[in-house]
């Protein structure tokens, strides 16, 4: 059905940034905060969030940092092989 001269429109209100209906014009308290404020809120935000972080031991740290080190040598070592016996099979097929 398509409104006409008599049917009022459908469209819903407008909303502002924070979720609540629009109550008149923007003011200068709606404006953003400068970029400076933003920043010191985010670096405020960042350090607290780093003093949560439950941080591991020094053995912890070096038990986990072998195995890392252990697991991608052993990956490329797998990867390596697998390359050279294709290369190797390549070369009997076409070579």
Do not use: K, N
Not at 5 to 16: K, V
Not at 17 to 42: M, R
């Amino acid at each position: 059905m398509e409104p006409d001269a008599t049917t009022p429109s459908q469209t819903p209100p407008a909303s502002s940034p924070s979720g609540s209906l629009a109550s008149g014009p923007v003011t200068i308290d709606d404006a953003p905060a400068p970029v400076v404020e933003a920043e010191a809120g985010f670096m405020a935000a960042t350090l607290a969030e780093l003093r949560r972080v439950v941080w591991p031991s020094r053995q912890q740290l070096f038990s986990e940092s072998v195995a890392v080190i252990l697991m991608v040598s052993l990956s490329a070592a797998a990867i390596a092989a697998i390359d050279r016996f294709y290369g190797w099979a390549a070369a009997q097929v076409f070579g």
